[in-house]
């Protein structure tokens, strides 16, 4: 079984402050993906890693792949009350069984105006 | 606009009453998915679909059934519905299932059985 696991569960910081997310793994993923959540919406993709240490920017967020492809991490800069919401990272499913996505259990990421 | 519909955006039923969720999408995606969300166990994937009249289990298939008998429609159907199928209900939709492709998700389906 591929299991995803973020950190930290949940976090509150103030408005401008920076902030790393993490999600981990024990299992090699093909690729990593990382989706926002707003509440009673669904999941909204932000981004794909799929090489090894590959870097992405979207704005003030900063996407990494880690070298083994078993971990990606989130760093957020000077964070904006319009950056709340649950972030879930997601990779597909490898060696049989199902097909898809399998995802970590989120990120509750709260900033404070 | 690309999206995915699911409807109805929120239903309260008595147990074991039939119902279905409908989901669409407007994208020509061949991989369509249900999944369920619960607080602490985050999402989990019901049934899946590679394309027309192609489905699979997935990590929970237990109690719902689905079709897919046209490539934009992927009812979930919970043919005797109990109180631990409450939760949120997501369809979500890709050009195809892999290591590059995003998901698009509809905005979810309440669902409470009482």
């Known amino acids: 079984t591929q299991l995803l696991e973020q950190s930290p569960q949940f976090l509150s910081i103030q408005e401008g402050e920076n902030l790393t997310v993490y999600c981990n793994s024990s299992?090699?993923?093909?690729?990593l993906q990382w989706y926002r959540q707003e509440p009673g919406e669904g999941p909204v993709l932000l981004v794909t890693v799929v090489t090894g240490g590959e870097v992405k920017k979207l704005k003030r967020l900063t996407f990494q792949f880690g070298d083994a492809r078993k971990d990606s991490s989130l760093h957020i800069t000077a964070a904006q009350p319009g950056d709340t919401g649950l972030y879930l990272c997601?990779?597909?499913?490898?060696?049989?069984?199902?097909?898809?996505?399998?995802f970590g259990k989120g990120t509750h990421l709260i900033i404070q105006p | 606009e690309a999206q995915v519909t699911q409807n109805p955006r929120y239903l309260i039923t008595v147990t074991g009453k039939k119902l279905t969720v409908t989901c669409s999408q407007n994208?020509?995606?061949?991989?369509m998915s249900w999944y369920r969300q619960d607080p602490g166990l985050g999402l989990r994937q019901i049934y899946y679909?590679?394309?027309?009249?192609?489905?699979d289990k997935g990590d929970v298939p237990e109690g719902y059934k689905v079709s897919r008998k046209e490539k934009r429609n992927f009812p979930l159907i919970l043919e005797s519905p109990s109180p631990n199928q409450t939760s949120l209900y997501f369809c979500?939709?890709?050009?195809?299932?892999?290591?590059?492709?995003?998901?698009?998700f509809g905005s979810g389906t309440r669902l409470t059985v009482v």
């Open positions: 679909s590679m394309n027309v009249e192609v489905t």
């Open positions: 299992s090699v993923f093909s690729s």
């Open positions: 997601a990779g597909p499913y490898s060696g049989g069984g199902a097909d898809g996505l399998t």
């Open positions: 994208m020509n995606h061949e991989y």
């Open positions: 979500a939709s890709s050009f195809k299932p892999g290591r590059i492709y995003g998901y698009t």
